[in-house]
T-cell receptor
């Protein structure tokens, strides 16, 4: 298994540009999520999905869109990038369970918005 | 929203020493987790705690889920150079997960 994969690894955007961060997992996990990591702030949940066709907002959803058309893929879209979105983005997946959320994280995408 | 306070922010220790770090919250969680992150990689799960009062070990690591469900600690015994990294606590309630800001551990040989 490849686990959780993310592309690209690095990206530089200009303010106002749009792009999609890709995330895929081959573990048949139903739960997938996106986090951003900023210095000194830990990881903050952006959006999550409990299964294909179902998405919901996390702690910091503004400026980001997601969709979940398949179990394997969970892309994160920035429609109009802003410098405040400069961060490292992590995708994660896990089996859903009443009390268990042992997430597997991808290697991250480092995004810079100029 | 729930905020997790993780301390200390950083630690510089000698190889062989024991390490202790903790996380507190103003809200309760159903699950506490501890992750380790190395440079350029995503966090890797170390220990998951599911019940208040639970004490769980994973090799030299021991973690506890506080009785009030608002705190957790992680101990590392007999540290070694490969323990270097950033350690994060995370609390989960339903589908929401919150992370602490991390404890950066440096181990001097």
């Amino acid at each position: 298994n490849a686990g959780v994969t993310q592309t690209p690894k690095f990206q530089v955007l200009k303010t106002g540009q749009s792009m999609t961060l890709q995330c895929a997992q081959d573990m048949n996990h139903e739960y997938m999520s996106w986090y951003r990591q900023d210095p000194g702030m830990g990881l903050r949940l952006i959006h999550y999905s409990v299964g294909a066709g179902i998405t919901d907002q996390g702690e910091v959803p503004n400026g980001y869109n997601v969709s979940r058309s398949t179990t394997e893929d969970f892309p994160l879209r920035l429609l109009s990038a802003a410098p405040s979105q400069t961060s490292v983005y992590f995708c994660a997946s896990s089996y859903p369970h009443a009390t268990v959320r042992e997430q597997f994280f991808g290697p991250g995408t480092r995004l810079t918005v100029l | 929203g729930q905020q997790l306070n993780q301390s200390p922010q950083s630690m510089f220790i000698q190889e062989g020493e024991d390490v202790s770090m903790n996380c507190t919250s103003s809200s309760i969680f159903n699950t506490w987790l501890w992750y380790k992150q190395e440079p350029g990689e995503g966090p890797v799960l170390l220990i998951a705690l599911y019940k208040a009062g639970e004490l769980t070990s994973n090799g030299r690591l021991t973690a506890q889920f506080g009785i009030t469900r608002k705190d957790s600690f992680l101990n590392i015994s007999a540290s070694i150079p490969s323990d270097v990294g950033i350690y994060f606590c995370a609390g989960q309630l339903s589908n929401d997960m919150r992370f602490g800001a991390g404890t950066r551990l440096t181990v001097k040989p």
